[in-house]
Every structure is written in structure tokens, then in C-alpha cells.
């Protein structure tokens, strides 16, 4: 009788380890500071451009990503301009190997503040914006890796105040250092 309670609390510890193993996933999060350039035909002049991206991607590789860039083009001969993107995207990363690439597509807002062509006053607003990229990260270890980026943003537009285009669009390319760091919940 003694042997036959071994036996069963030996089947039962198993059944309810394999359970639980099962039932538990790791998600991986990321947050990266980046540099790059944002430029196109609807900008006056190229600009540097800082920007975070924090994400939260599962064992599958989907996930889910706030970005925020900032860019400021100093004006002189072409009108001055800072751009202000505020994104919530959804992406997918190769969830492993020696490069990861990945893809990204969201929405959000961009503010502009100034103005694309001469304009008569400066002003400040926020308009619908779509982003979609994508790019590829290097990990140095289990915790740090490069990362390079491409995105195109384009947003609504059209404000009476404002002499820009009714919509207008733009490139930012980054490269960046991303963390990472597993949630297991």
C-alpha cells in the first residue's frame, strides 16, 4: 500500500509539472534609444532625430510597441520645423537567430510645429498618422543588441492655418541599442 501512494504521488507531481509547464509563456521586452535621420520630399531639409521604441514580443515573435521620435530641422534658407511622432504599433521579430528581423505598422500622432513651406505664422498641430517599416537587430548577448530600423510615416495634414499639403509623408532611418529582459508571468 505504501509503494502504491509513492506511485501515485510520483504520476500526480509529473501530470501536474507537465500542466503547468504548459500554461506559462515568457515574453520578452525590449526598450531601445536610437539616433537617426528623418527626410523626404514633403520636409524642408533632412533632420537628426532621437527616438525610443519600447516593446513587448512573446515566444512567437508578435508583439506589441510604442515608438516616439522627435526631429528638429533648423530652418535657414528652408522653413523651421520639429516633428513629433507618438506611434502604437503591432510587429513581429524572428524570435530567434543570429539576426532577428522584423516588421512593424501602426497608428498614432504627429505633431508638427512650424511650418513645411513659408507660412505667414508659426503653429502647432497634431494630426492622424500611419507608420510601416521594419529592420533587423544584432544581439551582442542574452541582453544587448544593435539595432537598425526603416519606417515611412505619413500623416493627415490640411489645416487652414498651415500652408502644408493636405497629407504628407516621411522616412526616418535609425540605428539604435535595444534591452532586453524576459517577463515570465
Not at 537567430?97 to 503653429?123: D, K
Amino acid at each position: 500500500m505504501k509503494r502504491m501512494s509513492i506511485v501515485v504521488a510520483c504520476m500526480l507531481l509529473a501530470g501536474g509539472a507537465g500542466v503547468a509547464e504548459a500554461q506559462t509563456g515568457t515574453y520578452f521586452g525590449h526598450v531601445t534609444g536610437q539616433v537617426g535621420v528623418t527626410a523626404g520630399s514633403d520636409l524642408p531639409s533632412p533632420a537628426i532625430t532621437p527616438s525610443v521604441t519600447v516593446s513587448v514580443q512573446d515566444n512567437s515573435g508578435w508583439g506589441a510597441e510604442l515608438d516616439f521620435g522627435y526631429a528638429h530641422s533648423p530652418g535657414g534658407v528652408a522653413p523651421d520645423v520639429d516633428l513629433g511622432t507618438f506611434m502604437v504599433n503591432v510587429n513581429w521579430m524572428a524570435p530567434r537567430g543570429l539576426v532577428r528581423p522584423y516588421g512593424v505598422a501602426g497608428v498614432g500622432v504627429v505633431q508638427v510645429h512650424g511650418c513645411l513651406t513659408a507660412c505667414a505664422a508659426i503653429a502647432t498641430t497634431y494630426d492622424f498618422g500611419l507608420n510601416v517599416g521594419g529592420g533587423a537587430m544584432y544581439p551582442m548577448n542574452d541582453a544587448v543588441s544593435v539595432r537598425g530600423d526603416l519606417r515611412y510615416f505619413r500623416a493627415s495634414g490640411g489645416e487652414a492655418a498651415t500652408t502644408r499639403p493636405g497629407a504628407y509623408g516621411f522616412w526616418r532611418a535609425s540605428v539604435g541599442v535595444t534591452f532586453t529582459w524576459a517577463i515570465v508571468p
